[in-house]
């Protein structure tokens, strides 16, 4: 039987990479807001996967919600 993956990175970084252009934020001045190093913000953005504290950091960046998978209202 085939595991569903929990958590998908590619898709995660297609919303920070939509996030980074729809603010016309360079990775750097984003990775600041964030506060996490732009090479974070770099390799999310080209679908790897942040460790854990990263990923929540980001999440909250981007207005989702801590633990749903969709943005607050």
Known sequence: MKRRRLFNARTFGRAVSGELMAKG???RKAAREIGVSSA???RVA???APDIESY???RAWLGWDAWL???RP
């Open 25 to 27: 934020l360079t990775v």
């Open 46 to 48: 080209r679908g790897k």
């Open 56 to 58: 929540l950091r980001l």
């Open 69 to 71: 998978w969709k943005k």
């Open 40 to 42: 974070t913000v770099s």
